[in-house]
Each structure stands twice: as structure tokens, then as C-alpha cells.
């Protein structure tokens, strides 16, 4: 079950940024007790940053894959052509940044994104940014609510790399 089914039918700017905020919170009760300081203070600029920023909320919502990554996405070698995406099922409408965050393929990444239609390229940018460098909060969550500790440690490892690569999110 998608994450995001409640703005299936009826997408609104103003739930969206309230899915942000909560989802905030929750990571600022659960996770970040399991954070050093430099790593709570660089995730809650994250938030902060994307939050305060109104262009962040200024995008039309289109049907997204909800999982568009290259483990998804088949390819025929032989003639370096995509032939097909697979794993359909968190397809819902979302925000089409989300099917966007290939930061470990820039290549690739710059390759979509050049064919890609959007009207507002930096708010892009940084929505992607934000829900790329999120994820492993996410991640880390997931780990502790399923008493998964290797998701845990492997989140926290892949957030304290992000903090680094980005060591100033604004």
C-alpha cells in the first residue's frame, strides 16, 4: 500500500506540506534520539529549509512510480535501450521529484531530467534534494519500528554519508 494513497483522488499543495511537517516530527521523536548533534542539526535544516520555502509546494502533481530507480527500469544491452520499468506498485500522484533522485547515477540522472517537462527547474532540484537526502531517515525509521537493526545501522551509516555530500543543505 502506497505511503501517499490519502492524495490519490484529491491531491492538495497545503496536505502535502502537512504530510512534510508530521513526518517531521515523528522522525524528530523517533530517530533523532539515535542521531549525533551534527546529524540532528543538518536534518532538521532538511526540513526546515524545504518547509519554509513556499516553490517547494508550487508543482502539479502527476502519477509517479513511487520506486523509479535502476533496479526498475530494464534494459537491453545490446542495443543500450530502455525496453521496459517494472514494479509498479506504489504508483500513485504524487510529486514528480520523487521518481527523480538518481544522485548516485549523475549520468543517468541527467539524462531523465533533460527529457523530462517541468516548469520550475530549481524548486525541482531542491525537492528532489530534500526527498533524496530524507529517505534515510526513513530508512532508519522503518528499521525501528520492524526491530530491524541492520536497517538501522546501514540507514544511519547512508544518512552521516549524505550529511557529508551535502554538508550545506540551504
Not at 490519502?6 to 496536505?15: G, K, P, Y
Not at 511537517?21 to 546529524?39: A, G, S, T
Request: overall charge neutral; charged content about 25%; some cysteine.
Amino acid at each position: 500500500m502506497c505511503i501517499r494513497d490519502r492524495f490519490n483522488t484529491s491531491f492538495q499543495t497545503e496536505d502535502y506540506k502537512q504530510y512534510w511537517r508530521n513526518k517531521f516530527e515523528e522522525f524528530k521523536e523517533k530517530v533523532f534520539p539515535m542521531l549525533n548533534l551534527l546529524q540532528k542539526f543538518w536534518s532538521q535544516q532538511i526540513f526546515e529549509t524545504f518547509l519554509e520555502n513556499p516553490r517547494n509546494f508550487q508543482f502539479t502533481p502527476v502519477l509517479t512510480h513511487g520506486d523509479f530507480d535502476m533496479s526498475n527500469i530494464l534494459v537491453d544491452p545490446k542495443k543500450s535501450k530502455i525496453t521496459g520499468i517494472v514494479d509498479f506498485e506504489q504508483c500513485c500522484v504524487w510529486d514528480p521529484a520523487a521518481d527523480l533522485l538518481f544522485y548516485e547515477q549523475p549520468i543517468f540522472q541527467d539524462t531523465i531530467i533533460s527529457a523530462y517537462a517541468y516548469s520550475d527547474s530549481v524548486s525541482l532540484f531542491e525537492r528532489m534534494k530534500f526527498l533524496y537526502c530524507r529517505t534515510w531517515l526513513e530508512y532508519v525509521l522503518f528499521g525501528l519500528q520492524h526491530h530491524k537493526q541492520n536497517m538501522v545501522k546501514y540507514g544511519l551509516m547512508r544518512l552521516e554519508k549524505l550529511r557529508r555530500k551535502f554538508p550545506c543543505f540551504s
